[in-house]
């Protein structure tokens, strides 16, 4: 499994874009990059998933450069509710794989 | 649909005793993952079953127990439980298309005194 390494803490102001960088340099070919976020006392919610390049839905944006060693989560103008731990897997995408979560990076947004 | 459903929410054990969690998958999905997660250890994959079997495992002593039935319904044990055992319990499941996108439910909060 490609082992990940992400900044363990991050502070930000509302309104400001976020962007965390996951190093991954390990990875497979067939491998995914998926990012999580948890909140305290509550299950990680799946935020974004992808290959290369650039994807992007309502919540964020993934950035990949071609050589895949790491890729970037953006948070757009966040806001105090973004305040949670943010998490880089990297991994198959299939049954039967060990999900391995690490320490996260703690996002404080600060009014 | 409905998300993902643990029971119970919150529990309190002796040592020594056993302890049964139950979780209910998103409907369609046959993939339930179990994880522990703790302050000083974060988020710990315990195992994953899909159709009925375990696919996988994480590194955690033989008394962490778990099995799916054939609704997908899944339930994990611990017996001889220790102090450390007290964590919250989460369980995901995943949609057969995209089995990286897990849906957590909100947990089970174990105590063991």
């Known amino acids: 499994l490609a082992k990940t390494t992400q900044p363990i803490s991050m502070d930000s102001y509302e309104g400001q874009e976020v962007n965390i960088t996951c190093s991954h340099n390990?990875?497979?070919?067939?491998?995914?990059i998926t990012w999580y976020q948890q909140f305290p006392s509550q299950g990680p919610r799946f935020i974004i998933q992808?290959?290369?390049t650039k994807v992007t839905n309502e919540v964020a944006s993934l950035f990949i450069p071609a050589d895949r060693k790491s890729s970037t989560l953006s948070l757009p103008r966040v806001s105090l509710s973004d305040t949670a731990v943010y998490y880089c897997?990297?991994?198959?995408?299939?049954?039967?794989?060990?999900?391995?979560f690490g320490p996260g990076t703690r996002l404080s947004v600060l009014p | 649909k409905a998300g993902v459903t643990q029971t119970p929410r919150y529990l309190i054990k002796t040592r020594g005793q056993q302890v049964t969690l139950s979780c209910s998958p998103i409907?369609?999905?046959?993939?339930v993952s179990w994880y522990q997660q703790t302050p000083g250890q974060g988020l710990q994959f315990l195992f994953e079953?899909?159709?009925?079997?375990?696919?996988n495992k994480g590194n955690f002593p033989g008394r962490f127990s778990g099995r799916q039935f054939s609704n997908s319904r899944s339930e994990m044990n611990v017996s001889t439980l220790e102090l450390g055992d007290s964590a919250l319990y989460l369980c995901?499941?995943?949609?057969?298309?995209?089995?990286?996108?897990?849906?957590f439910g909100p947990g089970t909060r174990l105590t063991v005194l």
């Open positions: 995901a499941s995943s949609p057969p298309e995209h089995p990286n996108e897990q849906f």
């Open positions: 390990n990875i497979a070919t067939n491998d995914y």
């Open positions: 992808g290959y290369k």
């Open positions: 897997l990297v991994g198959p995408d299939n049954y039967g794989q060990n999900f391995v």
């Open positions: 409907s369609g999905h046959r993939s």
């Open positions: 079953y899909f159709s009925e079997t375990q696919r």
